[in-house]
């Protein structure tokens, strides 16, 4: 968490060991938005979503939530009817000890798919997490909901609208499994503005586009991604517009949150930005960018630090597009040309290169020399601890 980091007045969270999986960690959270705040969501598009994404869809689709209740140990994914019963059976205990109705309650789960999702955890630990709601309670909640993260995913923005301080805050889930086609992760972002909420699900997935939309950590769209943005409305400061201040100020948490889980990626060592310009088409660059970033030739490259540009070179080849002209084609990692005029930069030389692949953090950065539009993507290496820690997951 990079400080300062902001309480959102109108969002308590409490977090509880409830014994699903983890035997002495936090690994449940508990939100709770006043009454009257506002809700976005954006979910996972994998066809096997998982039993909490069908009925958040439900629920959110009915009502403006009062609670989220978000477990980890279990992903409740590929358990048909009965993880949906038992899933649904969760949101009825919160909604019977908090006096709401169930469609008030959305359910968010995370970790190991195709086991079924035992209730009894839930109804032991509700009251305890009903008492314990603070709004200090982020980084709790964000502890309870780490799978293989090694860290909890913060950020904070505080901003000034018609003289009046709001803020945004958000925590995050996510280290594996991460290609996202909405967010490969779990993440919960919340303003006391106040905001409507179609003008909220248009900022949302304005803030998700170029953040938790483009990053890649080994090319899996989980089961059960979701993203949710409150607003509790407790500012008093009304909001009507995605493209304002406050949607600057969600999308900037959303990045942070986003290069975080890059950052974290199983076992990762280094963040590397994939940028692609010169494209004729935002896709055919988002394309280009992608089919690089999850490369396990130039993952492993990135990992030894190893200056191998004819793999960058090889996967950008492969991309896909039609006439692509390689003499065209500029690559430069940072700001090292390796690739002009369809082959080797003549000025690029190989300390320069391992220079660069040395750092933590770099950049890859292709021109196609077809058009105008660009895309970025953030991923990672892939390292000997990647294979070690999901070999192990479930044991």
């Keep these: ?42 979910f996972t598009r994998n066809a ?31 358990t048909g009817d009965g993880g949906l019963a038992a ?16 469609d008030r309650v959305l359910p968010f789960s995370t970790g190991v798919i195709g086991e079924d999702l035992p209730t009894t955890p839930f109804a032991r630990a509700i009251p305890g997490l009903l008492a314990a709601l603070d709004e200090e309670g982020w980084e709790a909640a964000a502890r309870a909901i780490m799978t293989t993260d090694t860290v909890p995913k913060l950020a904070s923005r505080r901003l000034e609208i018609e003289g009046r301080a709001v803020t945004v805050t958000g925590m995050a889930k996510g280290s594996g499994m991460i290609r996202p086609d909405m967010a490969t992760l779990l993440a919960f972002v919340a303003t006391d503005a106040e905001v409507p909420r179609e003008v909220l699900q248009r900022m949302l997935e304005e803030a998700v586009a170029p953040s938790f939309n483009s990053i890649t950590v080994d090319g899996d ?3 059960n991604d979701a993203c949710v943005l409150l607003a509790t409305g407790a500012s008093g400061v009304a909001v009507k517009e995605a493209d304002s201040l406050l949607g600057e100020a969600v999308a900037e948490v959303c990045l942070e949150l986003a290069r975080a889980i890059v ?47 004819g793999r960058i070179l090889a996967a950008v080849g492969r991309a896909g597009l039609a006439d692509l002209r390689i003499e065209g084609v500029r690559i430069w990692l940072d700001d090292v040309g390796i690739v002009r005029d369809g082959g080797r930069d003549p000025d690029y030389t190989e300390a320069a290169g391992l220079a660069v692949m040395r750092r933590d953090e770099l950049s890859i950065r292709i021109a196609l020399g077809r058009g105008a539009a660009a895309a970025r993507v953030l991923t990672c290496d892939l390292s000997y601890d990647y294979v070690r820690i999901n070999a192990e997951y479930r044991t």
């Design 1 to 42: 968490m990079n400080p300062p980091f902001h309480p959102v007045p109108g969002l308590r969270l409490a977090a509880a060991a409830a014994g699903i999986r983890y035997a002495g960690r936090d690994d449940l959270a508990l939100m709770e938005l006043t009454e009257g705040g506002n809700a976005a969501a954006v």
């Design 48 to 78: 096997f979503c998982a039993a909490p994404v069908v009925v958040a869809r439900e629920h959110l689709a009915r009502a403006a939530p009062r609670y989220l209740l978000i477990n980890s140990g279990n992903a409740n994914a590929g």
């Design 87 to 102: 899933c649904r059976e969760t949101c009825r205990l919160l909604a019977a000890a908090a006096g709401v109705a169930m």
């Design 221 to 223: 769209t989980s089961t």
């Design 263 to 309: 950052r974290d990626g199983e076992g990762a060592t280094k963040l590397v930005a994939v940028e692609v310009m010169e494209a004729a088409s935002v896709a055919e660059a988002r394309q280009v960018a992608y089919t690089v970033a999850h490369s396990p030739l130039v993952k492993t490259a990135l990992f030894a630090s190893d200056p191998n540009w």
